[in-house]
């Protein structure tokens, strides 16, 4: 079975991500749902045989941020790393420096602006989980 990992700490997004890959994909996917970094994190770890197809992760939330959780899923080779985040681009790359946004960027990181539509999710989130 597919799996979908969603680390987002606001509930109503986090429901909104799950209901519409439930929809499109029915019972295909096994979602895991983290409502904070260290949580995303730890799932990433702890993936057993099957890892995860996408990880699709919020930026700004407790314990440990976004990038924290894209750096890991990009050790585990997770091969669909999404970002979502408020933030305009210019301010991450602020942050966290260019060299490491084109880095993350250069192994397959995608980022996601709030508010996102529904095609960006099915395009970025959705369709990687397809059969």
């Known amino acids: 079975m597919t799996k979908l990992l969603l680390v987002e700490d606001e509930a109503n997004i986090r429901m909104i991500l799950r209901d519409m890959t439930e929809f499109e994909l029915g019972k295909t996917v096994e979602i895991v749902e983290a409502d904070n970094g260290r949580d995303g994190i730890n799932a990433?770890?702890?993936a057993q045989a099957e890892k995860f197809r996408v990880v699709a992760t919020d930026y700004d939330m407790p314990f440990n941020n976004g990038i924290e959780v894209v750096k890991e899923a990009l050790i585990a080779q997770v091969p669909n790393v999404v970002l979502i985040t408020a933030r305009d681009l210019n301010n991450?790359?602020?942050?966290f420096g260019?060299?490491?946004m084109n880095q993350?960027?250069?192994?397959g990181l995608k980022i996601l602006p709030k508010p996102f539509s529904m095609s960006q999710?099915?395009?970025?989130?959705?369709?990687?989980l397809r059969p």
Not at 92 to 95: A, C, K, N, P, S
Not at 104 to 107: E, P
């Open 44 to 46: 990433i770890r702890n």
């Open 92 to 95: 991450l790359r602020d942050i």
């Open 98 to 100: 260019i060299t490491l």
């Open 104 to 107: 993350l960027r250069g192994q």
């Open 121 to 128: 999710i099915d395009q970025h989130v959705i369709d990687p």
